[in-house]
């Protein structure tokens, strides 16, 4: 049996102002009506029948929830408190199988990659599953199409039937050096994707990492469900040494293979890849939202709230979100992690809130904010129910735009319609729901001495959150 785990625990911050700490990438819809977490599940269609594992940061976990929601799709999500990389995550997502009685064969895809030939995925699946059926930890080698000096390579031993012998990892290169990668044809991008028999890979992290395992069974031996969530023990899993699986086992494993992959791959690792996913005009330009480009060659423009022009420039990219605006050369944009770096060490928001937040309610959006006043657009989907809470430092005014909210205010509990409002006083405590149909969209206007999303105290809550949340 194949067993998928979706890893879903990166950052994405070389995508950045599109990608947030809170709104990862994965959960982005960068190349279709779909997200990326998305259209990794949709790609096991027909070649398992398994129950995705879904492995990801408990703070999205409503994320990951409701992108399961929209798609109809079952899934075991598992909630690492800290993310620790690949290596112990994937340990535990084998421990969680084996004690369910089963030793599948493992699936371990990333959730924000991009396959654009899914029939060559699901192929490339099949020549591996005898190798990984034998013992052998198998990854899967996307033959490179370029010189790409974004991704790190595999260099190809000894043939196997369907694959070879992973001789090394070679880190990313340089221009050149990658360039005689490519020229040699005895080297693969390194996908990041894996199959791999569950106690096969608990045996190699015995010998080489057992302090890794033993902290990985720990974590799953204090696992305990939070909602339809199952919450790895936090004590176990932060002791846990963080590494890739690349580094703390793949690298020291004899029996180590590789499996070619050419199935149209990219991991949209930077805004440069992305580029390449949409299709471009006459003059090189690609575009998404409203964009005016004038005398424009070979550029990236993205619009998501208004319109975007540019005049005689090439090569650029520029994308525009709600808080921020990103200019950039293409030849640049790998390095854009490091600018999202220091904007988090300067102590800006940016780099971690989404313009849109989600909650497992629904979402609200930032219109206009300044000194003791913020205006925020909230929307409740039809079942919505928000914490029985209170404000210490803000009164609040709802004004409804669309459908009837039920609100509680302290003993009383009535109902606002469609342009209708009610206020709530400092300290007063209240709840807001949506026991309607149809989603339910309010203008909040927030004023006082302090706007913190933190100054909430929940006294009740359908979602088990807590204050900090």
């Not at 991704?151 to 039937?161: M, N, Q």
């Not at 080297?187 to 608990?202: E, Q």
């Not at 149209?264 to 440069?272: A, C, L």
Request: hydrophobic share 40%.
């Amino acid at each position: 049996m194949i067993q998928p785990v979706i890893l879903s625990g990166g950052s994405g911050t070389r995508l950045w102002p599109l990608s947030r700490e809170q709104m990862p990438k994965q959960f982005l819809r960068l190349t279709s009506s779909q997200s990326l977490l998305q259209q990794t599940l949709s790609r096991l269609d027909g070649l398992t029948d398994a129950v995705p594992m879904l492995m990801g940061h408990h703070s999205h976990r409503f994320l990951m929830a409701e992108q399961l929601r929209e798609m109809d799709q079952a899934a075991t999500v598992v909630l690492e408190p800290e993310g620790r990389n690949t290596a112990p995550a994937i340990a535990c997502a084998a421990l969680l199988a084996c004690a369910a009685g089963d030793d599948p064969l493992l699936l371990v895809l990333p959730a924000d990659h991009v396959i654009g030939d899914v029939q060559a995925f699901q192929y490339s699946v099949s020549l591996a599953a005898p190798l990984a059926e034998a013992g052998y930890l198998v990854t899967f080698g996307v033959v490179p199409t370029q010189p790409e000096t974004g991704y790190g390579y595999i260099a190809c031993g000894e043939p196997l039937e369907g694959g070879h012998h992973l001789a090394a990892f070679i880190e990313k290169p340089n221009a050149q050096r990658a360039a005689e990668l490519v020229e040699s044809g005895d080297y693969l991008w390194n996908s990041g994707m894996f199959l791999l028999r569950a106690s096969s890979y608990l045996d190699q992290l015995q010998r080489l990492q057992p302090n890794m395992l033993a902290a990985c069974e720990a974590a799953v031996s204090a696992a305990h469900r939070d909602l339809d969530f199952l919450r790895l023990g936090e004590a176990a899993f932060l002791s846990c040494p963080a590494d890739s699986i690349d580094y703390a086992v793949m690298e020291h494993c004899e029996h180590a293979a590789v499996v070619p992959l050419a199935a149209e791959w990219s991991d949209i690792g930077s805004f440069d890849a992305l580029w390449a996913t949409v299709e471009p005009d006459i003059a090189g330009n690609a575009t998404k939202g409203d964009t005016w480009l004038t005398d424009t060659q070979g550029s990236l423009v993205f619009a998501e709230h208004r319109l975007v022009t540019t005049l005689g420039v090439q090569d650029l990219v520029v994308v525009e979100t709600s808080d921020s605006v990103l200019v950039a050369h293409r030849n640049q944009t790998q390095q854009v992690k490091q600018l999202v770096a220091s904007l988090s060490q300067a102590g800006r928001s940016e780099p971690c809130s989404a313009p849109q937040v989600q909650r497992p309610w629904g979402s609200f959006q930032a219109m206009d904010s300044g000194e003791r006043y913020q205006v925020k657009h909230i929307t409740v989907k039809p079942g919505g129910r928000l914490s029985l809470q209170r404000h210490h430092h803000r009164a609040e005014h709802w004004i409804v735009v669309k459908g009837t909210a039920r609100v509680t205010l302290e003993e009383r509990s009535f109902l606002v319609s469609e342009n209708q409002s009610t206020y709530i006083p400092i300290g007063a405590l209240h709840r807001l729901e949506n026991t309607g149909k149809i989603p339910l969209e309010l203008i909040e206007v927030q004023s006082g001495s302090y706007l913190g999303e933190d100054d909430i105290e929940r006294l009740d809550d359908v979602y088990a959150r807590d204050n900090k949340e």
